[in-house]
T-cell receptor, first 114, second 111 residues
Framework: IAGITQAPTSQILAAGRRMTLRCTQD?????MYWYRQDLGLGLRLIHY???????GKGEVPDGYSVSRANTDDFPLTLASAVPSQTSVYFC?????????????FGPGTRLTVL | DAKTTQPPSMDCAEGRAANLPCNHS???????VYWYRQIHSQGPQYIIH???NNETNEMASLIITEDRKSSTLILPHATLRDTAVYYC????????????FGTGTRLQVTL
């Protein structure tokens, strides 16, 4: 079934450790996004990518990095995790060339930093 | 992107129409109105979008006022599975449309 997959589903991480959240889509969408959602709040954009090879900063980029080596994959890396990065992380993609902008979301990764 | 204002919560009886309002008084001419919903910690799901005309699809209808300063999402026959947080978002389309989520409206559908 076409869509977006994220891994891991959940993770408990010690503060200071490095962590990469994986995101893969098989819809050949050019644009991809990473959001975080804290308890009781809406999603906030961390980083995005218009197309393979390009990335941009969203609303809350500090402490996170991304890469877009190909169309399908958009990993999010926490170089040195801190407790404030405890959140649910959602990856999304869209075919912005179609002009619609509808984003398709993955199931999320629940990250706890202790 | 223009800011939106939504009521924090609403209730609706199953089988009745759910009308979810959204104010976006600072919307600009090239910005669309999008609606997404999020069911119990799942990833958000696209519902519908529009520019200035009313729109309808298999999930819902979107009514946008003539001055485009507000809109209403209509679920014509709400079911228990429609219980979710509904987000109204205003954004431009095209290259990497970035969505700004507020806190949305929590719709509770009851028997």
């Amino acid at each position: 079934i076409a869509g977006i997959t994220q891994a891991p589903t959940s993770q408990i991480l010690a503060a200071g450790r490095r962590m990469t959240l994986r995101c893969t889509q098989d819809m050949r969408h050019n644009a991809m996004y990473w959001y975080r959602q804290d308890l009781g709040l809406g999603l906030r954009l961390i980083h995005y990518s218009n197309t393979a090879g390009t990335t941009g900063k969203g609303e809350v980029p500090d402490g996170y990095s991304v890469s877009r080596a190909n169309t399908d994959d958009f990993p999010l890396t926490l170089a040195s995790a801190v407790p404030s990065q405890t959140s649910v992380y959602f990856c999304a993609s869209s075919d912005s060339s179609a002009g619609v902008g509808e984003q398709f979301f993955g199931p999320g990764t629940r990250l706890t930093v202790l | 992107d223009a800011k939106t204002t939504q009521p924090p919560s609403m209730d609706c009886a199953e089988g009745r129409a759910a009308n979810l309002p959204c104010n976006h008084s600072t919307i600009s001419g090239n910005e669309y109105v999008y609606w997404y919903r999020q069911i119990h910690s799942q990833g958000p799901q696209y519902i519908i979008h529009g520019l200035k005309n009313n729109e309808t699809n298999e999930m819902a209808s979107l009514i946008i006022t003539e001055d485009r300063k507000s809109s209403t999402l209509i679920l014509p026959h709400a079911t228990l599975r429609d219980t979710a947080v509904y987000y109204c978002i205003v954004t431009t389309t095209g290259t990497a449309s970035k969505l700004t989520f507020g806190t949305g409206t929590r719709l509770q559908v009851t028997l």
